[in-house]
């Protein structure tokens, strides 16, 4: 009778065991530590990204789809998501749109711009940054 009164005991001693055992850590993704960016992907945003991605931008849909601001301020697990988000919407040639390039054809990303955003929100890392 007293074993099977220590069944439920060892149960209860197995789960918080395993309950208490550390999770492991996620990668940490180099381009994001301390919440800053490389020098090169700052100016290529201040220059060509932020006029329109801000707080304190005339256009909502803008706003609403990447805000700057915020996201520096963001935890590392939405910085990654909206930097997947970014590469998806460069990749894709969304941005910056067309109708925008009609009246500000100065806000065309170069080659060079562009490379450095997409490396940056892909993850990958160069030597020089």
């Known amino acids: 009778m ?42 290529v945003v201040e220059q060509k990204c932020y006029g329109c991605h801000n707080a304190e931008s005339k256009s909502d849909k803008a706003k609403k789809k990447l805000d700057w601001d915020e996201f520096e301020a963001a935890k590392k697990s939405k910085q990654l998501a909206a930097m997947a988000e970014i590469n998806e919407t460069l990749v894709e040639g969304e941005m910056p749109p067309k109708k925008f390039l009609e009246n500000k054809p100065e806000g065309k990303l170069t080659e060079e711009e562009l490379q450095i955003l997409l490396d940056w929100s892909s993850g990958k890392k160069k030597k020089d940054e």
């Open 2 to 43: 007293k074993r099977l009164s220590l069944i439920p005991i060892a149960g209860l001693v197995a789960v918080l065991f395993f309950q208490a055992a550390q999770k492991p850590e996620f990668e940490s993704h180099p381009e994001l530590d301390e919440a800053k960016m490389p020098a090169k992907v700052k100016a």
